[in-house]
């Protein structure tokens, strides 16, 4: 019956108008929480089939809509792993009541106030652990499956505890005076000490002895290095002679390198291998031929550069992430080390991804397949530390739409008592 359609579609309508309502209050509670995504209630006809000269009201229903491909604007704070996303890409989390269980579960969120517990996981008050691929010991992250959470962890620091690194690579860049190996020349040898720390974490020495060939007559660019291990009682762990060219387009590079005692040098990386008393360690020197190498120019001894790995025993000071997602722990001692890589998971439909408590998000069917991208790289924004993002509601569009849905509300209200009045007359028509 037409009358009774209309009773139905009003009552539709307060349904549809209260559900509205709901939503507008969820956003504006949350209009200051971080991260927050803002609901959307949309209205859809339904449509009855009528008959000529008649019509039957269908009503209406309600989706809601969780926007959560929208951003909010970033805020700047104090604190080094407050991280925001800006752009496309949420950070993977799990929940810290799954620490104790073994368990992971990946969840995603698009900002968080993270700060260490009492066992160095970075874990927001909410309870979400950041998640991340732990990099190697020489920083760099393995490659791992990026469609897939299996490779991630719970990025856990070391806290007040000492941490150090053996030394197993020096690097030597230095010009030896070409006036030491002239006839006449007093035969001076030039020192050299470099430190390296031994697998304990002590400072030890690689003391270099570099000694010139002095010929009687004319030159013969020609010297010896020595190379002598603290750690060894000051014993000889390697001894070569260097032979450097003197012609017009290639003067002052090495031309030969012969081991005496020690490893032999490797012509394709310029770099021998010697025994100190912690193990291997090796030392590049250069290549044959090469001007960035241990040269012999002019007149003047010169350590141009020397880099070596490993670092004292320090303890970690603070913790910094990167624009790239790369965490970076930094220790009294004044080195620093890439211990964590933070992905930025991104999927086809973030808006059908199912909401949970604390700003967490988990995949859903809807979502498509995720992906694990490096932040910065492909279809994701980049990861920005000291911020935090705020709330996508915007409260004076809110209070606009809850006058509108209050005056629909009362109106649909209006609509059933109209209508209860006319079956009213109708039951009151007499025989």
Excluded: C
């Amino acid at each position: 019956m037409t009358i009774s359609s209309s009773l139905n579609a009003g009552v539709a309508a307060l349904t549809a108008n209260a559900s509205r309502l709901a939503t507008i209050s969820d956003n504006i509670a949350n209009s200051s929480t971080f991260g927050y995504k803002r609901v959307e209630t949309d209205f859809h006809a339904m449509v009855n089939a009528s008959g000529r000269g008649t019509y039957s009201a269908g009503g209406v229903r309600t989706t809601n809509q969780r926007l959560i491909d929208q951003r909010g604007s970033l805020v700047s704070t104090s604190n080094s792993t407050d991280l925001a996303v800006r752009g496309r890409g949420m950070l993977p989390v799990m929940r810290s009541s799954q620490l104790a269980l073994g368990t992971q579960e990946m969840m995603l969120t698009t900002t968080g106030s993270f700060r260490t517990d009492d066992e160095g996981y970075l874990v927001t008050e909410s309870g979400l652990v950041l998640m991340g691929w732990r990099a190697n010991a020489d920083g760099s992250i393995p490659n791992l499956p990026r469609d897939t959470s299996d490779g991630l962890e719970p990025v856990q620091l070391s806290v007040n505890q000492l941490s150090g690194s053996p030394t197993t690579e020096m690097v030597l860049r230095m010009n030896l005076p070409a006036t030491a190996t002239e006839a006449g020349s007093p035969g001076d040898t030039q020192p050299l000490s470099v430190e390296y720390f031994d697998n304990l974490g002590k400072s030890e020495n690689v003391q270099i002895e570099l000694i010139p060939t002095v010929p009687e007559t004319g030159t013969t660019n020609e010297w010896t290095m020595i190379l002598r291990d603290t750690a060894s009682g000051g014993a000889i762990v390697g001894e070569y002679t260097l032979v450097f060219d003197d012609g017009r387009t290639s003067g002052g590079t090495l031309q030969s390198v012969t081991a005496t005692t020690g490893g032999a040098y490797d012509p394709e990386t310029g770099s021998m291998v010697i025994e100190v008393a912690g193990g291997p360690m090796e030392i590049n020197i250069g290549l044959i031929g090469a001007s960035d190498g241990i040269t012999q120019l002019s007149d003047t001894f010169a350590p141009v550069s020397i880099t070596k790995d490993g670092n004292a025993v320090g303890t970690m000071s603070r913790v910094e992430v990167d624009e790239n997602g790369f965490v970076y722990a930094f220790f009294d001692t004044g080195v620093s080390r890439r211990v964590f890589q933070i992905p930025l998971v991104d999927m086809p439909n973030p808006n059908s991804l199912v909401a949970l408590d604390s700003q967490a998000y988990a995949p859903s069917r809807d979502s498509g397949t995720f992906f694990l991208w490096d932040a910065g790289d492909g279809p994701t924004g980049d990861l920005v530390s000291f911020a935090r993002e705020e709330s996508t509601t915007d409260v004076a569009t809110e209070l606009t739409a809850m006058i509108q849905t209050q005056r629909a509300y009362s109106s649909s209200a209006k609509v059933i008592q109209t209508v209860d009045e006319m079956l009213q007359e109708t039951t009151n028509i007499k025989r």
